[in-house]
């Protein structure tokens, strides 16, 4: 019998540090969570304020809470599916014996990815909605902020897309071999 290799017990050493260290990224997912609190918060705060004046408020207005609502509810379903799923691609799976969602698993990080940034362009999309909205009211805003609203939009949109274009090259490039 050889006597082990002391460079490959080094090497096996680092291995288990590096893959060990995925645990790292726990914190993050952790302050994502209190994300998603804050985001909670501002959500109750909205109904707190607007429940009380809805039979008062003018059909803009109703729509422009609405939207804002929205806006929340789309970063925090974005929050949870970026903890969920990266903690599922980087740290471990998740076993807790509850229903799992379906998406929940089968996601890859250009998945999530474009779930991102398919997230930031509806909301980037809400926002200058709002902004039009607001064209008639007391404080319309610039043609400068106007024109820049659209052109992040655009360009969110169009990142979006090429993202998608490159996420199918690979998944096409990756089905032929």
Same mark, same amino acid.
Not at 86 to 115: H, N, Q
Not at 160 to 171: D, F, G, I, Q, R
């Given at each position: 019998?050889?006597? &082990?290799?002391p460079e490959s017990a080094w090497q096996t050493d680092i291995e288990r540090?590096?893959? *060990? !260290?995925?645990?790292?990224?726990?914190?993050?997912?952790?302050?994502?969570? $209190?994300?998603?609190?804050?985001?909670? =918060? *501002?959500?109750?705060?909205?109904?707190?304020?607007?429940?009380?004046?809805? $039979?008062?408020?003018?059909?803009?207005? +109703?729509?422009?809470?609405?939207?804002?609502?929205?806006? #929340?509810?789309?970063?925090? %379903?974005? +929050?949870? #599916?970026?903890?969920? /799923?990266?903690?599922?691609?980087?740290?471990?799976?998740?076993? =807790?014996?509850?229903?799992?969602?379906?998406?929940?698993?089968?996601?890859?990080?250009?998945?999530?990815?474009?779930?991102?940034? !398919? !997230?930031? +362009? *509806?909301i980037s999309g809400i926002q200058l909605l709002k902004t039009f909205m607001? $064209?008639?009211? &007391? %404080? &319309?805003p610039s043609t400068d902020t106007l024109f820049w609203l659209v052109v992040?939009? /655009? =360009?969110?949109?169009?990142?979006?897309?090429?993202?998608?274009? /490159?996420?199918?090259? !690979? *998944?096409?490039?990756?089905?032929?071999?």
């Amino acid at each position: 019998m050889s006597a &082990p290799d002391p460079e490959s017990a080094w090497q096996t050493d680092i291995e288990r540090a590096l893959f *060990a !260290s995925r645990w790292l990224v726990v914190p993050f997912y952790f302050g994502l969570l $209190l994300a998603l609190l804050m985001l909670f =918060t *501002a959500f109750a705060k909205g109904l707190i304020t607007y429940v009380p004046k809805m $039979l008062t408020m003018e059909l803009d207005d +109703v729509i422009l809470v609405s939207l804002a609502l929205i806006d #929340i509810a789309l970063v925090a %379903n974005l +929050v949870v #599916i970026v903890v969920l /799923a990266s903690y599922e691609m980087m740290v471990s799976r998740i076993d =807790t014996g509850a229903e799992r969602p379906g998406w929940m698993g089968g996601m890859g990080f250009g998945d999530v990815k474009l779930k991102l940034f !398919s !997230s930031i +362009v *509806a909301i980037s999309g809400i926002q200058l909605l709002k902004t039009f909205m607001g $064209l008639g009211g &007391p %404080n &319309p805003p610039s043609t400068d902020t106007l024109f820049w609203l659209v052109v992040v939009h /655009a =360009t969110f949109v169009v990142s979006t897309l090429l993202s998608a274009l /490159a996420e199918w090259v !690979s *998944a096409t490039a990756k089905t032929r071999k």
